[in-house]
Structure formats: structure tokens, C-alpha cells
């Protein structure tokens, strides 16, 4: 057997131990299986969804008694729907007054269109990345395609940061540093960190006191009309084969536009002198993924592509893996976690 089908295989034989878990059924599946029905979406002829069900979810309440944990949801903009899940480590209220954790901001994954801060995979993540760095974290729901396409991602999550700055949620004014702050997102979520990064550092004035340090691209979502390498060897991948993310891609991007538009495929509109302001302002750039993910070549092109600008990369691309797996496998949750760690460590300043 050679390597390939093997790694077919083992994917397999952990799809079928996962079936029990309502979020890797959806995940680990037949490859050529309907990308809406695994969605949960029915395509209607006039070309929107219906949603036919709601991923699993962790409720607030399942946090009640934690020892380590307090967790909240609060709005931002009820009108849109939007609002933030706050993770708050109990450590932060032991070394009040005398010291406050950094701040990481975090987009979730769904490639757009599924999931939310409460979703149970990612809420596993949200505790992991709390309790293991530790930050406090506020992870932001923002609003869905197909019903509300790119930028609308994108702004309400720049709308995010503002209301972060100028919130008086007592959360975080008594325990976290505004002035060590990052913007983390996996996948899809890792795509808005970098657009909304880029934003945020044409107005870093406006964000005071938010003072963002850096950025984390975890298995970052970026995508092209022209299929890269590892797209080709992952067309039979049981969790994201190419016409899967083909399908989030034209239910995301603005009506009529195709892979290589410049949420989608940033590459091709790199403007000179575009990371100007965020060599200007220190910033650095954690690039964290898998050689098996069928993204990964896209990832690496941007890091490359980023080193090339000047812009510091700390780039942590493990052999192996696929897409997901630091959200189904708890030891390699625990491994980004580490990674992410030593990446705020090495230049957060004390409050």
C-alpha cells in the first residue's frame, strides 16, 4: 500500500470511530457524498438554502462550577445578530489587580456558511487555547453566508474590534491587557483574520487602546480558480476535497464572482507597498498548518509570499495531518496550543 492510500485508509478507519460525534459525522465523509447535505443545506432552484439542522452546540451553562473557567456570551450588534463568546481564565481573578492576560481575539471556522462560537468542536478549542496559554479570549459570531455573502464576515468582525475597545464589559476592563492583543481564526476563520488584520492596521489609531501585536493564520481557507498540488492529491479526502470547498466558495463570495477574487485568492490583488504598515507597526504573523491538509499549498504561498514583503513569519507547518484535526484530535489541540504560546511569549510586554 503506498503512502497515499494508506493515509486514505487510516482517514477511514477514524471517520468510522468518530461516527458517534455529531460534528465528525457531518466532517469525515464520502468524499463524493452532496457538499449541501453535509452541510445541512438543501439548494432551493431560485439558488438560496434552506438550513436543515443545527450543529451541536455548547451551552454557557455546561461551564457552571468550573474550576478553571468563566464563560459568557454578550451581543455586539443585535440588530445583526452578532455578538462574542468571552472565555475567562480564574487565575485572571487570583492575580487581580496585580496582573491582566493578553487578549486574543478569535474567528471561528465553518468556511462561512456553518458554525458558530458555540459550536461544539470549536468551544473545545475556545477552553483548550484558555486554559493552556492562558488568555482571555473573546471568540466573535459573526453572520452567515449564503444569507449574508462577503464582506459581511469581514465587517462585522472589524465591527467587533471596535466594540472591544470601547466596551465596558467588566470582564474586560479588570483582567485583560487590550495592549497584548491577536487576532487568531482557523480556516475559514484564519481568512478573516488576515483581511481583517489588514483593515485594522489602516486604522490602529482609531482601535486605541486595542493594540494588536499579531496575527494567527491557523489552516488558513484561501482558495483559486486553478487547482494546486495539494488539492490534486486530496480529491478523494473524506473532509475537504476540492468541490466541497468549491461549493463554500460559491455560496461565500459576493454573487457572480469566482475563486480568484480577492477574498478568496489574495494573492493576485497584492498591492506594492500593501504590509507596509504592518512592518511598520511590528506586527508578526503565526502561519500554522499541515502538509496533508488540501489547503496547505495556498497557506504556503501566503507565507511565502509575506516573507518575501518583509513582514515577519513564524511559519509551523507540520508533516502529516489534515484539515481539522487540531479540533478532533485533543493531543494535537494541545500542541497548537503550545505553538501559539510560544509565539505570544516571545514579545508580549507586561501590563
Known amino acids: 500500500m503506498n503512502a497515499s492510500s494508506k493515509a486514505y485508509t487510516n482517514r477511514q478507519s477514524k471517520f468510522s470511530s468518530l461516527m458517534a460525534d455529531p460534528i465528525a459525522a457531518i466532517s469525515f465523509a464520502d468524499p463524493h457524498a452532496d457538499p449541501y447535505g453535509r452541510l445541512g443545506l438543501v439548494r432551493n432552484p431560485d439558488g438560496s438554502v434552506t438550513r436543515q439542522f443545527e450543529h451541536p452546540k455548547t451551552p454557557v451553562s455546561s461551564y457552571d462550577g468550573s474550576p478553571i473557567l468563566l464563560v459568557k456570551d454578550v451581543p455586539i450588534n443585535q440588530p445583526k445578530d452578532t455578538g462574542a463568546r468571552i472565555f475567562l481564565p480564574k487565575e485572571a481573578l487570583e492575580s487581580f489587580p496585580g496582573r491582566k492576560l493578553p487578549l486574543l481575539i478569535y474567528f471561528h471556522s465553518g468556511g462561512f456558511v456553518i458554525g458558530s462560537v458555540a459550536t461544539t468542536g470549536f468551544d473545545d478549542l475556545h477552553r483548550a487555547l484558555a486554559t493552556e496559554v492562558p488568555f482571555v479570549i473573546v471568540s466573535i459570531e459573526h453572520r452567515l453566508a449564503p444569507e449574508h455573502r462577503l464582506p459581511a464576515a469581514y465587517e462585522d468582525c472589524l465591527e ?5 475597545k470601547s466596551s465596558q464589559d467588566e470582564w474586560l476592563e479588570k483582567y485583560a491587557d487590550l495592549s497584548n492583543s491577536f487576532l487568531m481564526g482557523s480556516s475559514s476563520g484564519g ?15 482609531d482601535l486605541k487602546p486595542l493594540n494588536i501585536k499579531g496575527l494567527i493564520l491557523h489552516q ?21 476535497p ?4 468549491d ?3 460559491e455560496l461565500s463570495l459576493p454573487v457572480g464572482a469566482d475563486r480568484d477574487h480577492e477574498f478568496s485568492n489574495p494573492v493576485l490583488s497584492i498591492k506594492p507597498g500593501q504590509f507596509d504598515q504592518i512592518k511598520a507597526l511590528g506586527w508578526k504573523i503565526l502561519m500554522a498548518g499541515y502538509e496533508n491538509d488540501a489547503l496547505f499549498d495556498r497557506q504556503f504561498e501566503i507565507a511565502k ?11 509551523n507547518f507540520v508533516e502529516g495531518g489534515y484539515h481539522g484535526i487540531d479540533i478532533f484530535e485533543f493531543p494535537k489541540t494541545k500542541v497548537l496550543c503550545e505553538v501559539v504560546k510560544e509565539f505570544i511569549i516571545s514579545f508580549v510586554t507586561t501590563a
Open 305 to 315: 509570499i509575506l516573507e518575501g514583503e518583509g513582514v515577519p513569519v513564524v511559519a
Open 191 to 205: 481568512n478573516i483574520a488576515y483581511h481583517v488584520g489588514l483593515s485594522a492596521s489602516s486604522c490602529v489609531d
Open 242 to 245: 476540492p468541490h466541497f470547498t
Open 160 to 164: 467587533a474590534l471596535h466594540w472591544i
Open 247 to 249: 461549493v463554500l466558495w
Open 220 to 240: 488558513a481557507f484561501f482558495g483559486g480558480n486553478k487547482r494546486t498540488e495539494s488539492e490534486l492529491r486530496a480529491l478523494n479526502d473524506t473532509l475537504l
